[in-house]
């Protein structure tokens, strides 16, 4: 059985499977510019072609969605160290974590709701208990994932995945940083989550950027406040700082691509220095960048804090756009809630 969705697995798929990379005019403040826009699944694709080249050791497994996932570039050229296991999450993990004993590293790759959910009994257990060198990577991953709607929208996955001993979780903000992600996660032993997107979104990063596990990077400074982003929201956070700059309001934006292990120096140094904080994910506000957020700042130097993300909500169809503005998750939802914090911050 395939896995049904718009944008389907190996059987049957209507997705080809090729990177796009598209140039689109997008309104900014104050002013329109021509970005490049580019899924993070393909920067994970283009990655597992050079592991595969450089280390034999580095296999790939995919539960029937190899052309959507990216996975399927490997399997191309290295189809002897590809493994598709069919709709079998569960199985999925189980398999990659065998690998993984016998000294192999599976990337484990399928939609995240379905990967994380139906495969955490497997993930707890076999991977991180066992402390195996399983890599697992979601695709599909937030609110953005078009007309597959509700079942497909992971939006719980970073809160069910960060409370388990010894895994890592990283959201990759574009393509690039993607590639980067995976190629990292291969040199490290251990488990690593990645939460990567189906819909292209803008390239931010250069290849020249810094990308270290649990180390955030700056991309705007400012000590007024601060936007703690990750995934496609720091995008959405940039342009929100862009807005508040016209109003005399200088936003520090902070790009927490690695949620665990969280860079506590980073951010209590922007709550000591900007006074009030705003997280920004596409996940639900329970449990991910937002409570791992306040989980650091409460215990080190506590400052208001302000939430934007999926307000115990689930999501529906649309299309990504149509999604991010009816959820609150567009830049001019992020300002508001930047001046609400820093009216909470002047009150202290």
């Not at 506000?285 to 115990?312: H, Q, R, T, W």
Request: aromatic share 6%; glycine share 8%.
């Amino acid at each position: 059985m395939a896995r049904q969705s718009t944008d389907q697995g190996t059987s049957g798929e209507s997705d080809p499977g090729a990177t796009l990379e598209i140039k689109e005019a997008v309104s900014t403040a104050p002013q329109t510019v021509i970005v490049t826009k580019k899924a993070t699944r393909d920067g994970y694709g283009e990655a597992l072609l050079i592991l595969g080249e450089k280390n034999p050791k580095v296999v790939v497994l995919d539960a029937d969605t190899a052309s959507s996932t990216r996975t399927n570039v490997f399997a191309k050229k290295f189809p002897d160290r590809f493994f598709n296991v069919g709709v079998s999450e569960h199985d999925l993990i189980g398999i990659a974590a065998g690998l993984a004993a016998t000294g192999k590293i599976p990337f484990a790759t399928a939609y995240s709701i379905f990967i994380t959910g139906k495969g955490w009994d497997q993930i707890r257990h076999s991977v991180c208990y066992s402390n195996l060198n399983v890599k697992i990577v979601g695709t599909h991953a937030g609110l953005i994932t078009g007309a597959d709607g509700v079942t497909h929208q992971a939006l719980e996955d970073i809160a069910i995945l960060r409370c388990l001993p010894r895994m890592k979780i990283i959201v990759p903000c574009d393509a690039i940083e993607a590639k980067k992600a995976t190629l990292t996660a291969a040199e490290i032993y251990g488990p690593v989550y990645l939460r990567l997107t189906r819909e292209p979104v803008p390239v931010i990063t250069e290849e020249s950027t810094p990308f270290v596990i649990g180390k955030a990077n700056i991309l705007r400074k400012g000590d007024d406040l601060a936007i703690v982003a990750c995934g496609s929201m720091v995008w959405e956070s940039l342009q929100a700082a862009e807005i508040l700059s016209q109003e005399g309001i200088q936003t520090r934006v902070i790009n927490l691509h690695t949620i665990k292990p969280i860079d506590e120096e980073t951010i209590v140094t922007a709550a000591k220095k900007c006074g009030a904080i705003v997280t920004v994910e596409e996940h639900q506000i329970y449990g991910g960048l937002g409570s791992a957020i306040s989980e650091v700042v409460v215990k080190n130097f506590p400052v208001p804090i302000e939430m934007v993300g999926m307000k115990d909500r689930f999501g529906e169809s649309g299309e990504a756009e149509e999604l991010l503005r009816t959820y609150g998750l567009k830049a001019a939802n992020i300002v508001s809630i930047c001046r609400n914090v820093l009216k909470r911050k002047k009150d202290t």
